[in-house]
């Protein structure tokens, strides 16, 4: 095997080839910044481009691009709470809050270092795990994959802040959302009331973005205070402390590795699972947990590491098997056979030096990658310190794009606004919003997962019988009883600390009242779909839903009476919240997505950022433009002429 | 002096043509015929139509510049509505997609467009084959007598789900169909752990995947979906005959042809859902002349020898072309649904559904 290393090395080193990595690691770093695009984007735009080269530059170009999107994402997930590619959904729950704790920069260096050695991680990981791959993952069949999801679903009890019952809804508000659209067990759409664009399902993106970044945004609008909530000193905040906190959290970077690699190796589980399942490990392993949610590095250094470990795994499959694990790997799967090699056992065997070359080309990419974003951490970092209001018309661009990205499609951005305004009322309201989307993320493995095995194996059976399954099934169990009798809410000793500990009753209570509301209105629905295939899902998940949201509900109420809640503390509590600004905020984003329909995307987006600049922020008007026209130049020259994306344009 | 006329016709006709090669060639100079496919980037019918957009603007005169823009949605039906309500007529829209047959002839939710409006420019076919993994049967002579095979697929109105439960039913197979996998490569991983044990899938991923399972003797080829002539008469792909047909493994098993319901259910989905799977069209109102232009194109695509080249590199065979008047009548057929076809079709799919 020795051979192989060394011979897939110097392939990795031959020339063309190192140009074209250094081509597509260049490429991925930016696709990788801008939310929405992702890996798989970037590589299919770029597959024509590697018909007339050679296997291993095609192959080193590729992997360049595909190696690093999960490097670069932590950008917008830490500065912005954005998060660049699926893959950086859980850094953005202490890597924003590091951001505004004046600490992006620390952030940046864990998360660059922690990107570099988890790919390398990876790859040695992979490398060793060769002679049992096999095995290792047809162990893992249906029934497994379901119980996977399930077991990340457990960590619902982790990210729930003080209320599990509200967790545990706004988990089910997850779930239920994966199931609008074709059920794929029986092609019967469900909750899709006519909708067309409902047909196919959520996409994940519009739901993460509106979520998470949209009530960012409000409160930098609003507020007009920087990203940073500390100012600028020079050398308390620098990438040496990530480096150390690197070299401290060790052992977390070591097993966030291993956990990337092998749930890297399944098909099917995909990136946007791996940097929950690591972030999770990160807060169960942690003693001190009091920190995650606003601000721990732990929480930045194992999904990154994962992530870019996860890339190393992903391979395996698609070329031993010819069976890709996701979209990314598909077109990696495309690109070995356009170039005429065979995926198969012969990858693992005679082509092995192939498989090391490209491992190689992903390690290097990491490494490179790692050290190139270093470099540029300095200056990237001062974004955290500039005014809100320069801020936001920029991202709300990359937001809106990012949005639309996925099928190209007017629904993207109004559930893109809808989620906004939910996140915004789930964030006051101290309604947890990351269990919201780890079940939106989870959901769909679970209930096509389910279904299978229901098909395959019967009802409950193969718990016992399959002993993978029956293992996974012990761990859940032990999770969440140790959860309910260990249970601390350690966040109500800190009140103001991370995530759904908010407690802005005016906003809590109309938002469980609404959530009620919409689950009771759903009930029937699901009850009337005749296959059990159809409606089993959904009943199960409105079943949980509606007694813990009415709980949750009536918890409020009695507050809000014990504390004789009253109209003064009603106004006191919407002035806090920016409630009319924040409203306004949305009305801009709503006037933008009806003049995108109206005057295209180039000439409504622009026109949101110039009226912004001079009516909201009352910037001057030669800055307002210049501004506006660079948005508008940016849009078409990179997603329309460079990316090929559908825009609406009216004036053909 | 019928010999002067001749000539003048001749070089006015020349000149006519000469000017409106010129036309054309001034019509797509320098613009952008946009490709629409209803798929995300990096599946393969996006990767399939990249690969062919690659050489289609060589053979459009004027060598306009090509993007494939993805317009995924809908069950793929989106594309085909966005072809008929947002797509231009002016001869630079082209829709090139999977088709919804199954959807047009049961009606599905959401497609509002008729294919059998929207002018045809060219098809091409993605030859499918079954195989079966040999944990239950060792040759296929056993197909019939085995006890619990599993044929796994998508969904029930998939055309691999359909096509496959339907011969399965024809050969009078007891089996489980077990259906929601997310792609083709989720069910091969299945057969893979020994969960699934038949599949339909298409050539390219037998090729290139399964293949290499049959050389271990872990699976094997049970019969490829045949392609349908103008007559409806079914006939053997050269690019699958290494594998029989199902009429010929019908045949080899019963020692007659199929003649059951569901063979002749099988008959009349075939050509609509099966024949054309990757389909050109423009909106309805595109002009003769960039129709014209853009069929002409799409078939010196096929020719091209580099093209070919790459299509095998990529398939391991030249993807069979379906012609216009092919194109023509299979899109009209979509919309030609005898009552009891309909009736039987949706109570089959609503039994599994």
Redesign the interface.
Known sequence: MLDAVIQGLSLAFSFPALWFLFLGIFIGLWIGVIPGLGGAVALALMLPFTFSMDMISAFSFLLGMYAITSTADSIPAILFGIPGTVASQATILDGHPLAKNGEASRAFGAAYAVSGIGGVLGAIFLALSLPIIQPFILAFGVPEFFLLSVLGLTMVGILSGKSLAKGIAMACFGLLLTTIGYSNATGIPRFYFGVNYLLDGIPIIPVMLGLFAIPELMELATSNTSISKKSYEKGNDSLLNGLKDVVQHRWLVFRSALIGTYVGMLPGLGAAIVDWIAYGHAVQSAKDKTMFGRGDIRGVIAPECANNAHKSGALIPTVAFGIPGSVGTAILLGALIMKGLRPGPDMLTTQLPATFSMIWSIVIANVIAAIALFFFSKKIQKIAYLPGHTVVPGVMVVLLMGAWIGTNSMGDLWLCLIMGLIGYLMKQGGWPRPPLILAVVLGPLMEDNFQLTNQIYGPYAWIFERPVSAFIFALIALIIFFSLVKRKPHAAEHPDAGEGNANNLAMSIPFGLLALTLFLVLLPQALSYERFATKAFPVAILIVAIPLTLIAFITEIKVAIETKYDAHNIKNALLDAYFYKSFTFLFYILLTILGVLLLGHVLAISLFVLIYLKVWAKYKTQFSIIYSVIAGLFIYSFYDRVMNVLLINPFG | MLKKLTLLLTVLASFVLASCSNESEEYYSGKTI?I?VGR?????A??AV??F??YWADYVPGNPNI?????????G??VW?FGVEGA?NNGLDIMFSPTAGIEAVLQE??LRANFSEMPFVGGLMSPNMAYISTQKVSQPGELLSAEGL?FGG?????RFDLLGRLALDSLGVNY?Y?????GA??V???V??N??DIQVASLG?YR??VE?LVE?GLAIPLWHNPGTDINGNLYELEVASDIPSFEEFYEELYGELPSDEFFEVYKWVLPRVNDIVYAAMVPPGTSQEHLGILREAFVAVTNDANYQA?EI??YGFNLPVINVSEGETIMSGLYDVPDDIHEFLTAY?DQ??
């Open positions: 946009n629409y995300t980037p990096g599946s393969g996006d990767l990249r690969l957009a690659r993007v494939v823009r993805n317009v995924p949605g809908g069950g039906t989106r509505n231009e939710p959401g599993v998508q969904n029930p109105i998939a489980n077990v259906t929601g996998f997310q490569s989720d091969l991983a299945a893979r752990r969960e699934v991923l290139f995947s290499s271990q790459q590199t990529m799919i599994v559904r």
